[in-house]
C-alpha cells in the first residue's frame, strides 16, 4: 500500500531541481535564438521571398491533374499516379498508364540529402517538432490526423 501512496502524492509546491534546469535550459535555448528589433530593421529591406517548396497534396488530385496525358503507344489519356514505398514522410510516386501497366516514370516525394542518405522532409519535419518542443510522440499524433504513414520511432532517432 506503501508504493500506491507513494506514487499518488501532492504535488510541492515548488520546481524540483531536474525541472528548473531544464526551464533554464529551455530559457537559454529560446534567447540564443532570439533577434533584436535593431536587427530586425536592418534586414527588413534585403527579405527575399521564396516560393514553397512543400506542398501537401493528395494523390487523386495528382490522377486529376494528369489525366489528360496522352501516351503514344497507346492513344489513351489514362495516366495515374500512385503510391508504392513509404520512407517517414518520403514516398515514391509512380506515373503508370491504367490500360497497359506501363510505369512512365518514378521519383521519390523529397530529395535525398547526399551526406546521410536521409530525406529532406523528414529531416525538416523532426526539426520543427523538436523545435516547438515536441518529440515523437507529437510527430506520431500528426500524420494520423491528416491521414498519412507515420516515422518509425527508430527512423526518427536517427534523423
Known amino acids: 500500500m506503501d508504493t500506491v501512496s507513494r506514487r499518488y502524492r501532492k504535488l510541492k509546491g515548488r520546481p524540483s531541481k531536474q525541472k ?4 533554464s535550459n529551455i530559457s537559454k535555448r529560446w534567447e540564443k ?15 527575399v521571398i521564396e516560393k514553397n517548396s512543400h506542398v501537401i ?10 489525366s489528360k496525358t ?14 508504392n514505398g513509404t520512407y517517414g514522410f ?9 490500360n497497359c501497366e506501363k510505369i512512365f516514370n ?14 529532406e522532409a523528414n529531416k525538416k519535419l523532426v526539426e520543427a517538432f523538436l523545435k516547438i ?8 499524433v500528426f500524420p494520423l490526423t491528416i ?13
Open 33 to 47: 535564438d532570439k533577434v533584436e528589433n535593431s536587427d530586425i530593421s536592418v534586414c527588413s529591406s534585403s527579405i
Open 147 to 159: 491521414v498519412i504513414h507515420a516515422m518509425d520511432k527508430k527512423h526518427f532517432q536517427n534523423v
Open 20 to 23: 528548473r534546469m531544464c526551464a
Open 133 to 140: 518542443g515536441k518529440g515523437y510522440a507529437a510527430l506520431e
Open 106 to 119: 518514378a521519383i521519390f516525394s523529397s530529395p535525398r540529402d547526399n551526406t546521410d542518405k536521409c530525406f
Open 90 to 98: 518520403s514516398s515514391e510516386i509512380e506515373l503508370k498508364f491504367k
Open 70 to 83: 496522352k501516351y503514344d503507344e497507346c492513344n489513351m489519356c489514362s495516366l495515374d499516379v500512385t503510391s
Open 57 to 66: 497534396m493528395n494523390n487523386s488530385m495528382w490522377s486529376s491533374l494528369l
